[in-house]
């Protein structure tokens, strides 16, 4: 999941993007930040099994995810930062 995050970031963006991760018991959260304010769509329609790539967000098995566009200025650059979380136990 981390890599299908961080993939889309290389792919699909320009500049630069960060991988973090959160562990706050019992939840592990993974988020990437890039310099693109495109969100990802939740779903897309099932894609040919031979195809590579066009799966996007709907191959993530997590117990949670989501993502935010984050406006720049004096805190930062902006961009939006994707995340999952997988919860010990669920």
């Known amino acids: 999941m981390t890599s299908e995050l961080t993939t889309n970031s290389v792919r699909h963006t320009k500049g630069p993007a960060a991988v973090r991760l959160q562990w706050r018991h019992p939840v592990l959260r993974i988020s990437v930040w890039d310099m693109s304010l495109d969100l990802p769509k939740p779903y897309a329609p099932p894609v040919a099994p031979h195809v590579e790539a066009g799966r996007g967000m709907a191959i993530l098995v997590a ?27 669920a």
């Open 63 to 89: 117990d949670r995810w989501g993502g935010c566009a984050i406006g720049g200025g004096a805190l930062g650059p902006g961009g939006k930062t994707v995340w999952f979380e997988l919860a010990l136990g």
